[in-house]
């Protein structure tokens, strides 16, 4: 993308930049913007009609009309690493630095609070199609319902943070104490320091969630007149991002899809052969949040969404569960009906 449409595209954007701060009051982002029209320069005589060329153009920019089913998100987490460089120890490993790994284990607050906040990133990223690196795209039809769990998700962080900054002191503690038995043990008395470990305002400003919310670009969006050629880039990008968004929710179905046919296809009594009511609620789960992610017009993607749907409803009750638990002939046809399924949803991606 040439230079004059990458600053219109960041113009077109910036006016509308929104804080984590924001997410707590809902936006009504921009649906595009339309120039009004000037009398004065109205033709006295009928237009001539379209050309074909036209026609095809304007059928395209109807169709994607991504500005008006989406907006975009961006997400950017910033959290306390527990890992320290071992100065000692890199020095005498000579090829590379050597890390020490502080807090290790998951039964502390500091894994507890960075999961809190890898669960606030998953959660954007389970309910969005990509558009670009760090930036998605989330279907409007659902933005008050994705506003109200982000926030949830958002505060558990935040509360997560302030357990952690009042018990500090422990978890230094405790943590010294570990790596006391580990240096003792492998006679490094040098391997429990604590100044390691930041103080307790340092280590609250390693943490932050940080939230942007922006409008799809369109051709008409900017405040500078673009060529042509960059109009075209700019359909382009919107073009690749529909068919990038189709391709992502396909994907999203196939994989799951795939692992039960792969557990399924175990014969009852051998080993792996043990069926796990998640197997059937994690298909149920995916067309869920694929019918809510979908931002396609196209209804073969649609009725991909809605054929997993039926054909899994017809095991996540507790009796088709219980079938696929004990009946090896309740499997196969499981795995036969899921497998023609995935081999049609194959082609398109």
């Known amino acids: 993308m040439n230079k004059t449409l990458q600053q219109a595209m960041q113009q077109a954007l910036s006016s509308v930049d929104k ?74 490993y ?24 890898t669960e606030v990133y998953t959660y954007v990223k389970d309910n969005t199609v990509p558009w670009t690196t760090g930036v998605d795209m989330l ?35 405790a943590d010294l104490e570990r790596l006391g038995e580990i240096a003792l043990a492998k006679g490094k008395p040098n391997l429990a320091n604590e100044h390691d470990y930041p103080d307790v305002d340092e280590l609250r400003s390693k943490f932050g969630i940080h939230i942007r919310f922006m409008p799809v670009p369109t051709t008409g969006d900017f405040r500078v007149e673009i060529s042509d050629d960059d109009k075209a880039s700019l359909q382009q990008q919107l073009d690749d991002a529909g068919v990038n968004a189709n391709k992502h929710v396909i994907k999203s179905m196939l994989e799951p899809m795939e692992r039960a046919i792969a557990k399924l296809s175990v014969p009852i009594g051998n080993d792996g052969s043990v069926f796990r009511d998640t197997l059937v609620d994690n298909l149920v789960e ?64």
């Open 19 to 92: 804080e984590v701060s924001e997410v707590l009051n809902p936006i009504e982002p921009s649906t595009g913007q339309g120039v009004p029209l000037d009398s004065s320069t109205t033709p006295t005589t009928p237009p001539e009609p379209p050309t074909t060329t036209q026609k095809q153009v304007s059928e395209v920019l109807k169709i994607k009309g991504l500005d008006e089913k989406a907006v975009l998100i961006s997400v950017k987490r910033n959290m306390y690493s527990p890992y320290k460089l071992d100065q000692e120890e890199s020095k005498q």
């Open 139 to 173: 279907n409007m039809s659902h933005y008050l319902e994705f506003t109200t769990g982000l926030r949830n998700r958002v505060d558990d962080a935040h509360k997560a943070v302030d357990s952690l900054c009042l018990s500090w002191e422990d978890e230094v503690k």
């Open 94 to 117: 000579g090829a590379g630095n050597v890390n020490k790994h502080l807090f290790e284990g998951r039964n502390n607050l500091v894994k507890s609070t960075i999961s809190k906040f």
């Open 286 to 349: 995916v067309t869920e949040r694929m019918n809510k992610i979908n931002l396609s017009d196209d209804a073969t993607i649609q009725g991909s969404i809605d054929n997993l749907r039926d054909l899994i409803s017809s095991y996540s009750s507790e009796q088709g569960k219980d079938l696929l638990r004990s009946s090896q002939t309740s499997r196969e046809k499981a795995v036969n009906d899921i497998d023609a399924l995935c081999k049609q949803m194959s082609g398109l991606v």
